[in-house]
């Protein structure tokens, strides 16, 4: 048997097995040469397009499997567009483009707007996805219909509009089976995520920013769904994303993207906002020497430099890599400076102030604030400025989670 045909099989069988209870899954069928893929949609598909979107994500990931196939990726989501925007435009921002394979992803505005009573009706609903997929399909391309994800990330069924995304997610699934069109059922596979993630019944946070719009770790999810979705090997073998306090990619003190999860999973993790001329910079000497004492044991110390108290960290990255290897000589993780109060503050100190236990949202008091994941991605302690990282307590939250 050949190898792409095997390939084939096995990313089916994942397929199947990260998409469950699908209304109908049409064959799986693998890239090919010259293929041009159009993400047709709205917001969420807008902002896949974007810098860590799932659309940049399906991108590279293709690339780096297959750089003899020249796949190109087209982006075609625009902010609030329901199934009737999507036939207006389909023709201009679709079909026009040659696309060979399409992914329609929609149906949240079409429930979301009858907040305002300007949703989309059911009857118009249906009738408008089988306009698109017979336009699309005329034109020679093959769609991809995923049903609409999530408005809201609870899982006991008190999002507002669960009832009503079940109805037009079996919509979707209808119009997939009569037209044998291939269905990623995504309302299913945020569900089962959701289940075994969201233990908390959070509204916002595990796979979404605001309850819709995918965080980095629903980015990442929707691209390895899609990546299954055409018979590609997903980031891993069961698509699960990663623990959602690792679910970012920083960049290091020299300047290369280093994604969390891959460094630290599995591992308890020291995070530490640091400056170089601040009165508790000494504490890179404790932080030293729990790295020398504990590394080996399943601990990662990961320095974030940041100049928003005090102006205390005003060096350049070089700066701080010589600062902290001459004077401590330290010899763990240091990223790149960041900020990590206010509105530009990067995304993994919002989720350490929202997630961590004791002081829900509360902003960083200063530099050296310490915050310690476990292994299993969760914010177990939140530990004030001037707590030095040999005291008491904090080496017995640490070996306590390096038991676990």
């Not at 009832?163 to 089976?177: F, H, N, P, Q, W």
């Not at 993630?197 to 990442?220: A, I, P």
């Not at 591992?267 to 404790?286: D, W």
């Amino acid at each position: 048997m050949h190898r792409r045909t095997i390939l084939s099989l096995t990313a089916t069988l994942v397929a199947a097995l990260l998409l469950p209870n699908l209304a109908h899954t049409a064959e799986v069928q693998p890239l090919k040469k010259g293929d041009r893929v159009a993400f047709f949609g709205d917001s969420i598909t807008q902002a896949g397009a974007g810098k860590g979107g799932y659309i940049r994500l399906f991108e590279a990931a293709v690339k780096e499997a297959h750089p003899d196939l020249g796949v190109e990726v087209i982006p075609a989501g625009i902010s609030g567009h329901k199934v009737p925007d999507l036939q207006k435009r389909v023709d201009r921002d679709v079909i026009s483009k040659k696309p060979t394979i399409v992914f329609i992803y929609i149906g949240i505005n079409d429930v979301w707007h009858w907040n305002r009573n300007a949703g989309t009706k059911k009857e118009d609903y249906e009738a408008g996805l089988n306009d698109l997929i017979k336009r699309i399909t005329d034109a020679g391309a093959r769609v991809i219909l995923c049903t609409p994800s999530v408005i809201g990330e609870k899982t006991d069924g008190s999002n507002k509009f669960d009832s009503m995304l079940e109805e037009y997610s079996d919509i979707s699934r209808k119009v997939a089976k009569e037209t044998d069109t291939q269905m990623l059922d995504l309302r299913e596979a945020f569900k089962a995520y959701l289940k075994e993630h969201n233990t908390e019944n959070k509204e916002r946070g595990v796979l979404t920013r605001d309850s819709v719009h995918l965080n980095e770790t629903g980015n990442r999810f929707v691209a390895d769904q899609m990546l299954a979705a055409v018979g590609e090997k997903t980031g891993s073998d069961s698509a699960a994303a990663p623990s959602p306090a690792l679910a970012f990619t920083m960049k290091d003190i020299d300047g290369k993207d280093v994604n969390l999860a891959d460094r630290y999973k599995g591992k308890v993790v020291l995070m530490v906002n640091v400056a170089s001329k601040c009165g508790n910079t000494p504490q890179y000497k404790q932080l030293e020497a729990l790295h020398e004492k504990y590394s080996g044991k399943g601990l990662a110390i990961v320095g974030f430099p940041c100049n928003q108290f005090g102006g205390q960290e005003p060096g350049s990255a070089e700066d701080i890599k010589q600062f902290c290897t001459q004077n401590y000589g330290v010899k763990f993780d240091i990223m790149s400076k960041i900020e990590v109060n206010g509105g530009d503050a990067h995304p993994l100190y919002k989720y350490l102030t929202m997630e961590a236990p004791g002081l829900p949202h509360a902003p960083i008091k200063w530099n050296f604030e310490k915050f310690v994941v476990n292994r299993d991605g969760k914010v177990i302690a939140r530990i004030a400025p001037g707590t030095k990282p040999d005291d008491a307590n904090v080496v017995a939250t640490i070996e306590k989670a390096l038991a676990e």
